[in-house]
């Protein structure tokens, strides 16, 4: 049994219709810490979160969450993780307190009436309990849902999006809560598709069509991915972007007014654009390769390795 890690699991796969949409993933997560999971939209999360807290049975793969078999003890996983599904799991046309009440009932808690009291007393929403549920803000939903998933005090949080189209206020309150929990001990795996989200976690998984592409510290994905970046600025970028996506070494990506460009180390942007468009206008500067150059990388890759 691993102490130390509260998601240990290898060769992680599940096949739907004979695809494998998990692919051979091995995961894990130290316990107290912050995991960031990325991947473009179907490329697996879900799946893999639902596999990790018993849900949903692996067709391959061993390992443990929390100390427990994954494939043996799915009961008891499922007892100690807090699992916040991708479209919050909130029941709309019940209150506030009955939502709480009816997670409370799922669990089979004794002291119901107490863990609904001081949920709503931490939420801050005593004064709303009978609010209706449907009629909350985004924000306001998603604290809920998190105290919904809180309420059996789970080691392990699985949050699947979380903060998917919540605004930007409701989602710097929500990661403060993430840190402070983890603080005090819990483990979080979060999906995300956040940028700025990626880079508060203390590690991150970044997978795609199934298969794990890249894990570690922010710096240690960017650092490994091994790529170069170049901003272009000036006139005429569209131009410059149609030049630059005939060559598939340059991963071109717009931001803003400006246009990044990524490529692996050893390919020299400068000297490539005075061959091909002597001349030209276009200010071309090295900067620090970001997450999102990287994951952008990746999935590229990914998708022609696929074709
Ligand atoms: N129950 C299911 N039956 C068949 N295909 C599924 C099922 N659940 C998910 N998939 C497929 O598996 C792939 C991965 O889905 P998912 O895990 O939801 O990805 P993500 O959460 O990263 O968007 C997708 O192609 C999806 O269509
Ligand atoms: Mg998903």
């Known amino acids: 049994m691993s102490e130390e890690f509260a998601i240990d699991v290898r060769g992680l796969t599940k096949r739907f219709a004979g695809r494998a949409v ?85 669990y089979g808690m004794s002291a119901r009436r107490r863990v609904v009291d001081e949920a709503l007393v931490q939420l801050g ?93 922010a710096e240690e994905v960017i650092a490994h991915a091994g790529l170069h970046t170049w901003e272009l600025r000036g006139e005429q970028l569209g131009a410059a972007s149609t030049l630059l996506q005939s060559d598939a070494r340059w991963m071109v990506v717009p931001f803003g007014s400006a246009v990044h460009v990524s490529a692996p180390r050893g390919e020299d942007l400068p000297a490539w654009l005075a061959e091909r468009a002597s001349g030209h206008a276009w200010r071309v500067t090295p900067i620090a390769t970001g997450l999102e150059d990287v994951f952008i990388a990746l999935t590229q890759h990914a998708q022609d390795n696929f074709a």
């Open 22 to 106: 998990v692919d051979a993933l091995d995961i894990r997560v130290r316990r107290g810490e912050i995991c960031g999971f990325l991947g473009p939209n179907g490329s697996g999360k879900t799946t893999t979160i639902r596999m990790l807290c018993g849900l949903l049975d692996a067709d391959a793969g061993e390992g443990s969450c929390l100390g427990h078999d994954i494939r043996r003890e799915a009961r008891r996983i499922k007892r100690r993780v807090g699992y916040m599904t991708q479209r919050f799991g909130l029941y709309e046309d019940l209150s506030i307190e009955e939502n709480l009440d009816f997670v409370a009932r799922a």
């Open 125 to 217: 929403l005593q004064g709303r309990r009978r609010q209706l549920a449907g009629t909350l803000s985004g924000g306001w939903k998603q604290r809920l849902a998190l105290a919904t998933c809180m309420l059996h005090e789970p080691e392990l949080l699985l949050l699947d999006e979380p903060t998917a189209g919540v605004d930007p206020k409701a989602r710097r309150d929500f990661w403060q809560q993430i840190h402070s929990l983890a603080a005090q001990g819990l483990t979080v795996l979060v999906s995300t598709h956040y940028m700025d989200e990626a880079e508060r976690c203390h590690r991150l998984a970044y997978i795609s069509y199934g298969k794990l592409l890249a894990a570690g510290t």
